[in-house]
Antibody, heavy 120, light 106 residues
C-alpha cells in the first residue's frame, strides 16, 4: 500500500526557510487521481492544513500562509516538497505529508511526521 | 473564515456509545471527514464523505451530517478507541479542521 515519509532539517533559524520533502512509496505521485498535502501540528495543539499539489502541478494554499509557501513535485524521485520562508518560533511543529482524495477531500494515509524546531 | 467547533472532551464507559459533534455554519452542505489520533501517532482517517468507512475501520464507527452539525458515533466503545478525534471539511478551496475532541473511555 502507499506509504509517505517526510525528511528534512529538524532545526531552522528564525526568518530562514523551512524545506521538507515527502517520499511516496507503493504508488506513483503522478497517477493523476490524488492530491499531495502538507499539514502541521504544534505540540499539544490541533491540525493546520498548509497546502496541496496535484499530479499536474496545480497548487492550493492556506490563505494565511499563501504568501510564504511553495509546494512542488519531483516526479523523478516520486517526491513532493514544502518550502516555507521567513519562519518564526510559532511555526515549530510536527509537519505531516498526506495523500488527499480528489472528491470529498479526505487525507489518507499520512506520513509519520517530522518535527521542525524554529530556534536560534 | 470558516470555523468548525468540537467539544474539548467526551467521556464514555466501555461498551457504551460515544458521540462527538462538529459544528459549523451550513456544515450539512459540505462533506465531513473524521480522523483518530492516538498519542505519538499520525492521524488516521476513520470516516470520509460524512458517513463512509475506509477499509480496516471497524463497523462500530459511523458518521452523519445534517444542518449545522456532523456527528461521529462509536458504538460499543473500547479502551483502544481512546484518542483525539478531529473533524475536517473544505470551505472556499481551503481545509478547515475542528479543534479536536479528547475521547476518554473509563
Amino acid at each position: 500500500q502507499v506509504q509517505l515519509q517526510e525528511s528534512g532539517p529538524g532545526l531552522v533559524k528564525p526568518s530562514q526557510n523551512l524545506s521538507l520533502a515527502c517520499t511516496v512509496s507503493g504508488g506513483s505521485i503522478s497517477s493523476g487521481t490524488y492530491y499531495w498535502n502538507w499539514i502541521r501540528q504544534p505540540a499539544g495543539k490541533g491540525l493546520e492544513w498548509i497546502g496541496r499539489i496535484s499530479s499536474s502541478g496545480s497548487t492550493d494554499y492556506n490563505p494565511s500562509l499563501k504568501s510564504r509557501v511553495t509546494i512542488s513535485l519531483d516526479t523523478s524521485k516520486n517526491q513532493f516538497s514544502l518550502n516555507l520562508n521567513s519562519v518564526t518560533a510559532a511555526e515549530t511543529a510536527l509537519y505531516y505529508c498526506a495523500r488527499g482524495g480528489y472528491t470529498a477531500g479526505w487525507f489518507d494515509p499520512w506520513g509519520q511526521g517530522t518535527l521542525v524546531t524554529v530556534s536560534s | 473564515s470558516y470555523e468548525l467547533t468540537q467539544p474539548p472532551s467526551v467521556s464514555v464507559s466501555p461498551g457504551q456509545t460515544a458521540s462527538i459533534t462538529c459544528s459549523g455554519n451550513k456544515l450539512g452542505n459540505k462533506y465531513v471527514c473524521w480522523y483518530r489520533q492516538k498519542p505519538g501517532q499520525s492521524p488516521v482517517l476513520v470516516i470520509y464523505q460524512d458517513n463512509k468507512r475506509p477499509s480496516g475501520i471497524p463497523e462500530r464507527f459511523s458518521g452523519s451530517n445534517s444542518g449545522n452539525t456532523a456527528t461521529l458515533t462509536i458504538g460499543g466503545t473500547q479502551t483502544m478507541d481512546e484518542a483525539d478525534y478531529y473533524c475536517q471539511a473544505w470551505d472556499s478551496n481551503t481545509v478547515v479542521f475542528g479543534g479536536g475532541t479528547k475521547l476518554t473511555v473509563l
